[in-house]
């Protein structure tokens, strides 16, 4: 069972344009949705993350926008750079009531290419 | 401040045979987290330890298995090697405190079982 759908795959965006990333959940206990960017060789890291009393959270180019009733969230980066081409997963968890680490439940990831 | 070291970086393992791969957390993390990822499967919660203690599993068989040393180091073991467990093994680091904190994910070690 999937419980974090993502899509699309492969995304392919000219240099300056807007890359949208879309994903969607199933289990309403979720409430924690990271972002994270991989480079090929690279372990994940934390791109932007937000719980869902917010509807949008934004870090320079890069924009969550969240839809809780909908069950589903999005990252939008704006002037995409070549630098931004990587793999980009979204993931979800439910806080752990001892405060620290927790399951992260990952999308099967998007494939960025940004063309200069 | 270092992050999170795993070793080795690549391991090329026999079908039936046993691994074991390490994991140092970034300094003054206390838990730490496994995951595999396969271009199939995406990446897939293994377990997590804190204090030396499995507090969360996923969906594996038992020859995955992990441990925590005190100084908040881990290892995890993989017996009886399948071909289908050639992966990147990552392991994540993070403080402990209220709320969700960031979990700093190290480069990896790539299994090939062959």
């Known amino acids: 069972q999937q419980q974090v759908k993502q899509s699309p795959q492969s995304l392919i965006v000219q240099k300056g344009g807007i890359s949208i990333i879309n994903c969607a959940y199933e289990?309403?206990?979720?409430?924690?949705f990271p972002w994270y960017q991989q480079f090929p060789g690279k372990g994940p890291a934390l791109l932007i993350a937000?719980?869902?009393?917010?509807s949008e959270k934004k870090e320079g180019r890069f924009t969550i926008s969240f839809n809780k009733s909908a069950k589903q969230f999005s990252l939008h980066i704006m002037d995409s750079q070549p630098g931004d081409s990587a793999t980009y997963f979204c993931?979800?968890?439910?806080?752990?009531?001892?405060?620290?680490?927790?399951?992260?439940?990952f999308g099967k990831g998007t494939l960025l290419t940004v063309n200069p | 401040k270092a992050g999170v070291t795993q070793t080795p970086r690549y391991l090329i393992k026999t079908r039936g045979q046993q691994v074991t791969l390490s994991c140092s957390p970034i300094?003054?993390?206390?838990?730490v987290s496994w995951y595999q990822q396969t271009p199939g499967q995406g990446l897939q919660f293994l377990f997590e330890?804190?204090?030396?203690?499995?507090?969360n599993k996923g969906n594996f068989p038992g020859r995955f298995s992990g441990r925590q040393f005190s100084n908040s180091r881990s290892e995890m073991n993989v017996s009886t090697l399948e071909l289908g467990d050639s992966a990147l093994y990552l392991c994540?680091?993070?403080?402990?405190?209220?709320?969700?904190?960031?979990?700093?994910f190290g480069q990896g070690t790539r299994l090939t079982v062959v």
């Open positions: 994540a680091s993070s403080s402990v405190g209220r709320g969700h904190t960031e979990a700093f």
């Open positions: 289990n309403t206990a979720f409430d924690y």
């Open positions: 937000i719980r869902p009393d917010v």
């Open positions: 993931a979800a968890s439910i806080e752990n009531s001892g405060g620290s680490n927790y399951k992260l439940t």
């Open positions: 300094s003054g993390h206390r838990s």
């Open positions: 330890y804190f204090s030396e203690t499995q507090r």
